[in-house]
C-alpha cells in the first residue's frame, strides 16, 4: 500500500530528478535523526538525492543502519530499508564529514521547552556551530527545527561570519501518524529564503512536490507561518471542545454541529473532533513559544493563550465526567484505560492528554490498568510501576469498574461490545474521541459519557 502511495506521489509529481539551472540529484545531510529528520531524510533520498541522516546517538545509527526504527510511523521502515538498499540513505556520526561533502545541510534537532517555559535552542546552536567549524565552499542550511521567531536572521548573520552560506527557514507541517504521506503530498511548502542562489537550489531539491504549493517568503514569515498554523489549529481544537462541552449540556449533538459548520469552506471540516485535549510534542509546545515570542515584543495573543487554558481545563474536564459516571470518590476504582498516545498511529506520548489523567486517577486512589497498541514502552518511562500495562486490550477491561477511552486507535474504534460488556465489573464508559457506536453500547446497558454527543437520539 504504501509502496505504492510513494510510486503513484513521485509519479503523479513528475520527478525527474533534474531542474533548468542547479544539478539535482543533491548531495544532503540531515542533522538529527528524531521524527523530523528520519522522514525527511528518507523521502529526499525516495526523491532520488543522495542523502545522510546524522545523530550524536550512536546505538541509533546502528539500529537504523540495520533498519531497526527507534519511533513507530506508517510507512517509515519500508522507506528507510529501501533507500538504504538502493544506497541513497546513509547513517552516520560524523557530522563534520557529512557536512563538508553535502551541499544541502538540514538542521533536524529538537527545540524543547525550557525550565522556564522558554525554547531550548541549544541543540541548534551547537548544530550551527559545528556547521560553521567545516565552512568549505558554498553550502545551504535549511532549518526545519522550529525556532522562535527572529533566530533564523541570527543563524544566517552567524553562519555568513564563519562561510560562503544562505540560511534558509523550511518549517514543518508532517503529522506524527501520517508523516510520511504528508510528506508526499504535503498542503503546502514553506520556503524562508533571501537569497537567489539558495531558493534555485531549494526549487530543485523540492521539485518532485512542485504540483503541490511551494511559497517562498523572508525568513521571518516562514518562522511566522508555522507558528501561527499550529497555534490557529490549536483555537480551533480548543474551540470545538467548548462547543462539545456546550452540547453536553443542550442536547445537540456537536458531530452534526461540526459537519454543518464545516460545510461552509470557510470553515472547513477539519480539525472539528472534540476529545480529551490536544497534546503531542508540537501544539502544547509551539503554542507556549508564541505567545512567549510576542510577550518579547510586548503584544498579546490573547486567542492563543485562550486556547491553551481551554485545553487544561479540557484535560481535567474527563476526570469530571469520570465522577459523573463513578461517583465523587474514585477511590479503590478499577479504571481501564484504552489509549496512552497523545493521538492514534503514533507511539508518542509527549503532553499526552493520558499523562494528566493518569496523575489525577492515581491521587484519587483509583487502580488503573492501561493498554495501547504502541504508546506502552514510553508511558512506562514515566509512570514505571503506577499503573497496571496489559498485553491486550481485553486483559485491560477485566474486572473494570469504568473504562475510559482516551485514543481513537482502530482496535478501539472497532472492539467487540459484547465482549467488552462480558469482561467489566460494570457497564460505565467514557469515550474522550466520541467514536463508539452508541446504540450498541445502548443495548448492552452500557452508562456513557462522551464528548457533545447524546447517548440516545
Ligand atoms: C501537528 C500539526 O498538525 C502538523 O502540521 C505539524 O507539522 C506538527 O504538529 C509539528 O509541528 O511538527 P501532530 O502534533 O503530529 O501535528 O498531530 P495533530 O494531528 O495535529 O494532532 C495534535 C493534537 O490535536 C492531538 O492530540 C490530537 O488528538 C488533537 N486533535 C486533532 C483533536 O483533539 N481534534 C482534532 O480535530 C484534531
Not at 565552512?135 to 561570519?161: M, R
Not at 472492539?415 to 464508559?429: A, C, K, N, S, Y
Amino acid at each position: 500500500m504504501m509502496k505504492f502511495l510513494l510510486l503513484f506521489a513521485l509519479l503523479s509529481y513528475g520527478f525527474e530528478g533534474s531542474s533548468e539551472n542547479v544539478s539535482s540529484p543533491q548531495r544532503v545531510a540531515v542533522v538529527g535523526s528524531g521524527y523530523v529528520g528520519l522522514v525527511l531524510g528518507a523521502g529526499l533520498a525516495e526523491m532520488g538525492h543522495s542523502v545522510i541522516c546524522l545523530d550524536i546517538d550512536e546505538k541509533k545509527i546502528e539500529s537504523l543502519r540495520e533498519g531497526v526504527m527507534p519511533i513507530y510511523e506508517p510507512g517509515l521502515h519500508e522507506l528507510v530499508v529501501n533507500n538504504l538498499r538502493a544506497k541513497r540513505l546513509s547513517f552516520s556520526t560524523e557530522i563534520d564529514a557529512a557536512i563538508r561533502s553535502s551541499d544541502v545541510i538540514f538542521i533536524a534537532v529538537g527545540t524543547p521547552t525550557g525550565a522556564q517555559g522558554e525554547t531550548d535552542t541549544s541543540y541548534v546552536e551547537s548544530v550551527v556551530k559545528t556547521i560553521g567549524q567545516n565552512a568549505n565552499g558554498y553550502k545551504v542550511v535549511c532549518s526545519k527545527s522550529t525556532v522562535p521567531i527572529g533566530t533564523g536572521k541570527k543563524i544566517a548573520t552567524q553562519l555568513k561570519d564563519c562561510g560562503d552560506f544562505d540560511y534558509v527557514s523550511n518549517p514543518e507541517f508532517l503529522r506524527e501518524g501520517s508523516a510520511v504521506s504528508d510528506f508526499f503530498t504535503p498542503s503546502r511548502t514553506v520556503i524562508g529564503v533571501e537569497s537567489e542562489r539558495a531558493k534555485k537550489i531549494m526549487e530543485a531539491l523540492y521539485e518532485p512536490l512542485s504540483s503541490q504549493p511551494v511559497f517562498f517568503t523572508d525568513i521571518v514569515s516562514a518562522e511566522t507561518i508555522k507558528y501561527a498554523s499550529n497555534s490557529f489549529l490549536a483555537v480551533k481544537i480548543s474551540f470545538i471542545n467548548e462547543v462539545a462541552n456546550l452540547c453536553d449540556v443542550t442536547g445537540a449533538d456537536v458531530r452534526d454541529v461540526a459537519i454543518g459548520m464545516g460545510l461552509d469552506d470557510r470553515i472547513g471540516s477539519k480539525f472539528l473532533n472534540p476529545g480529551p485535549g490536544f497534546g503531542g510534542s508540537c501544539f502544547p509546545k509551539d503554542t507556549l513559544a508564541f505567545l512567549q515570542t510576542a510577550k518579547e515584543f510586548e503584544v498579546d495573543l490573547k486567542m492563543t493563550e485562550a486556547a491553551i487554558a481551554a485545553n487544561k481545563t479540557q484535560k481535567l474536564r474527563m476526570i469530571k465526567k469520570a465522577r459523573n459516571l463513578l461517583g465523587e470518590s474514585l477511590e479503590g476504582q478499577n479504571i481501564a484505560l484504552l489509549g496512552l498516545a497523545f493521538k492514534a498511529n503514533t507511539d508518542d506520548v509527549r503532553y499526552s492528554p493520558a499523562i494528566e489523567i493518569i496523575r489525577a486517577l492515581i491521587e484519587s486512589g483509583a487502580s488503573v490498568k492501561a493498554y495501547d497498541p504502541e504508546a506502552m514502552k514510553n508511558m512506562k518511562i514515566l509512570f514505571p510501576s503506577e499503573i497496571e500495562y496489559c498485553k491486550t486490550l481485553k486483559e485491560a477491561v477485566v474486572g473494570a469498574d469504568l473504562t475510559i477511552l482516551l485514543t481513537d486507535w482502530d482496535e478501539f474504534r472497532e472492539m467487540d461490545l459484547t465482549v467488552l460488556r462480558d469482561q467489566v465489573r460494570q457497564p460505565l464508559i467514557l469515550d474522550a474521541r466520541n467514536c463508539l457506536d452508541y446504540d450498541e453500547l445502548n443495548r448492552l446497558g452500557f452508562v456513557v459519557e462522551n464528548v457533545g454527543r447524546p447517548n440516545v437520539r
